[in-house]
């Protein structure tokens, strides 16, 4: 069974998958474009080898016109069933999800999917490096958290969100900076690999 | 800049990404039908978690209907940059990119995006289990070839393909079985590890 969803207004569409212009200037960028940059740079400086997955759709209908490219006129968005981003670091297996909230208290678990929760498990065990990189909009904080921290609170069935205060206590705040500018495998090396890229 | 590519008759759509009914005889099943039921049965089982990634579409224009499913209804294909397979076993990287063949004599090179070709070079850099799954459809016959065999030779200007014995001498004919049908890691374990599954 494939699970359809709807994207209202747009605005959860993957960035990388929409055809529009993003402002040049940092002020604005999504989270979504600041991770896009840092892992082309970490791709042209060999440094790590590491992408977004394209948005998963079920194509209902192309059309074959003769002389231009095959054009997809009937599709619908597919729920997830891993995380978006993925590839290798230092020979280990890298694996994440990351999200932006404009909540100036907490983040809802609403922005993520059970499969995705389940994916990152299933990857823990086999050895991942399994993380979440959530930014909260209001204070242009971006953090790192481990994917064994949030996932029982995620099971937690009395849970809905995690607070704020929670990600400034348990997370790590990522450097910011030109480029990259979300600088996550520094703190990859402070924790699995002491250190510094 | 984003190439967008023209899939002919439609007979190179990822069968995940097209809504129809695949037959429930093993005869006729694609290699990408083969590798999807291998690699759920390799996650149902605690293996390895290895995932196709979802066919790169650029989309240009969603509706919004009040009540249904958000619709795409102009896309384009684009030329994906990275292999189709990856995912973790055994703590490491795998990744991997698989293609059937309809002829009896060679395997051609244009069935490979040079994207590919860069992407497996950099995984391999850095340490990754890279390596490529080749049906040759005539004979019923997967090989199991690393990724530093065939880049050498797609690289070569001169060479346009691999001829079928290639493949019998340097590939490993990888076991067809009824569950998982295209058992790789079979393969994975005796070049890497040196035991079986």
């Not at 999504?30 to 998963?56: F, G, R």
């Not at 609170?153 to 995690?162: A, E, I, V």
């Amino acid at each position: 069974m494939i699970e359809l969803i709807n994207y209202p207004n747009g605005k959860k569409i993957s960035e990388s998958n929409v055809t529009h212009h993003i402002s040049a200037s940092r002020r604005g960028m999504t989270l979504e474009a600041d991770i896009n940059q840092t892992n082309e740079y970490y791709l042209s400086t060999d440094k790590a080898v590491i992408h977004k997955k394209p948005t998963p759709v079920q194509i209902v209908h192309v059309d074959y016109p003769k002389r231009t490219a095959a054009k997809i006129t009937e599709a619908y968005f597919k729920v997830p069933s891993t995380t978006d981003y993925n590839g290798i670091y230092r020979g280990k297996y890298i694996d994440f999800e990351a999200k932006e909230t404009a909540s100036k208290t907490s983040f809802p678990f609403s922005s993520i999917h059970p499969h995705q929760i389940e994916h990152l498990k299933k990857v823990l065990q086999h050895g991942a490096i399994g993380f979440f990189i959530i930014r909260f909009k209001a204070y242009d904080e971006t953090f790192f958290v481990e994917a064994s921290k949030i996932i029982p609170h995620y099971l937690d069935d009395q849970k809905r969100s995690l607070s704020y205060k929670w990600f400034k206590e348990e997370g790590i705040l990522i450097p910011f900076g030109l480029s990259p500018s979300v600088h996550y495998l520094k703190v990859i090396d402070q924790l699995y690999f002491r250190r510094s890229v």
